[in-house]
Structures are given as structure tokens and as C-alpha cells.
């Protein structure tokens, strides 16, 4: 039986005050985004799937300290989840606590073809700094950029550079790592120096702008594979591109 491919999308935004309306945008948006989708269970604590007929008011009332629940889907066929933690001010960059957004959704034709447009749904919902869209197995690998080894230090794999932890870059909207589809805030995009309209030909061929003036940037046309070469050299050049991304420019 063969393991179903999936895309982890984060988003990571402002810390949530009080009930501020976000929730139900980021959900609301990822449904306006994928035709057909209804988030409209949730899952109890042994696992099962539970209806939610009155999804938005129970939404509002799970967004607590921070974050909100899991809902879902409820389709096996087709699974697609969401939802959201806090990052603590102590462990987030310039001491700000951050809300993180989670979600989930099947690497098959039906989820790339909506990948993007769901990225920007939840990050523009959310209000969010930056984020990423990234296949579960490449993602693995682009988290060992920061993961400390026994020795202290990361050990990034593959010849990628390794960036600093989360709460040593220096500001919220400086993106932690670089993924396959990047979603960067007009804020993180000014940080970094995105767009040079010579440097980034490359990249603006394959990048949008979203409503609020941000950029959807995809790295590669087909989802980000490691084990392809020429996949592996686009995310090195767009390390090399960007060295404020992971606390990696010196000041």
C-alpha cells in the first residue's frame, strides 16, 4: 500500500487578538479556493470525525490563547485539514508571538492545480507575513536546515545552507526558509529585495501578485523534488538570491 503524497502549506501571521475574524476568512478562503470543498468536521481527541453543522459559530468559539481547532473536510478520498497555533513571543523572531496556520491537501492533479490559489487564500486571510506550499518529502529536508544535530549547530543536507533558528532572525516578516510555492508578504518582499526586475526575470515569470500587494513566487514549475538536480539547484540559487532569508545576511 503506497503512502498518499501530500503538500504542507504554512502561513505565518500576527498573533490572533481576541477573535479578530481571521479564522473564518482562512477557511472560508481555502473553500473559495478549491471548487467543491466543504471544511465541516471536526475530530475528537480518539480520532473520529465529528459533524459541524454550525461550523463558523463553533470556529469562533474554538479560537482560544492564540489558535483555533483542526476542521476539516471529512473526505478520506480527498483529505484537506487546517488549523492554527501560537507561537510564543519568546520563540518567534523579534520577540513578537505569531499565529502559525497549518494545512494539509493531497499532492495529486486536483490539489496542484489548486495549491496556489489556496496558499494565497489562507495567507491573505490571515493576514500573513510569509509562507509556503512544499511537498511533505521535500519539506523534511528544508526543516533539517535549522534542526539542531547532537553538536549543537544544523546539519543541512544536501549542500543547503543552514539558517538560523526562528527566534534569532531579526524581524517577523523575514522568511524562516524558502519552499516550493512562496507566499511573501509586500513587508517580507521589501526585506529581502523582491523584485529586481533583472536578477528575478526568472522568478517573475512564474510568480504572481496577490490582493493586499503580495507575491505568490513558485520555485519550480513541477513540485519541489530534491532528488532531481536541476530542482535542487533553484532552491541553492534562490538561497544564494536571498541571504536575509534565515538570518543568513550579515548586518
Not at 119 to 133: I, K, Q, S, V, Y
Not at 151 to 178: M, Q
Not at 212 to 230: E, I, Q
Amino acid at each position: 500500500m503506497t503512502t498518499r503524497k501530500k503538500l504542507g502549506i504554512i502561513v505565518y501571521a500576527p498573533a490572533l487578538v481576541g477573535n479578530d475574524g481571521r479564522t473564518l476568512a482562512i477557511v472560508q478562503g481555502m473553500e473559495r479556493a478549491l471548487p467543491g470543498l466543504r471544511m465541516e468536521w471536526g475530530v475528537s481527541e480518539d480520532g473520529r470525525l465529528i459533524a459541524l453543522p454550525q461550523r463558523d459559530t463553533w470556529l469562533i468559539e474554538g479560537t482560544k490563547d492564540g489558535a483555533f481547532p483542526l476542521v476539516c473536510n471529512g473526505d478520506e478520498s480527498f483529505p484537506v485539514t487546517v488549523y492554527g497555533v501560537q507561537t510564543s513571543a519568546r520563540h518567534a523572531p523579534g520577540s513578537q508571538p505569531l499565529l502559525d496556520v497549518h494545512a494539509k491537501l493531497p499532492l495529486d492533479a486536483v490539489g496542484l492545480a489548486a495549491a496556489a490559489d489556496v496558499l494565497d487564500a489562507m495567507a491573505e486571510g490571515a493576514r500573513a507575513l510569509w509562507g509556503h506550499a512544499t511537498p511533505d518529502r521535500a519539506a523534511l529536508d528544508i526543516a533539517n536546515q535549522t534542526a539542531p544535530t547532537l553538536e549543537g549547530p544544523p546539519s543541512p543536507p544536501r549542500g543547503l545552507p543552514a539558517l538560523k533558528l526562528f527566534e534569532h532572525i531579526r524581524a517577523p516578516e523575514i522568511p524562516y526558509y524558502l519552499g516550493w510555492l512562496n507566499y511573501w508578504s509586500e513587508a517580507a518582499a521589501r526585506a529581502i529585495g523582491f523584485p529586481d526586475p533583472v536578477r528575478d526575470a526568472e522568478l517573475l515569470s512564474r510568480s504572481r501578485r496577490t490582493a493586499t500587494g503580495g507575491w505568490v513566487v513558485r520555485l519550480t514549475d513541477a513540485p519541489l523534488d530534491l532528488d532531481n538536480p536541476a530542482h535542487l539547484d533553484a532552491l541553492k540559487r534562490a538561497y544564494e538570491r536571498f541571504p536575509e532569508i534565515g538570518g543568513r545576511s550579515t548586518p
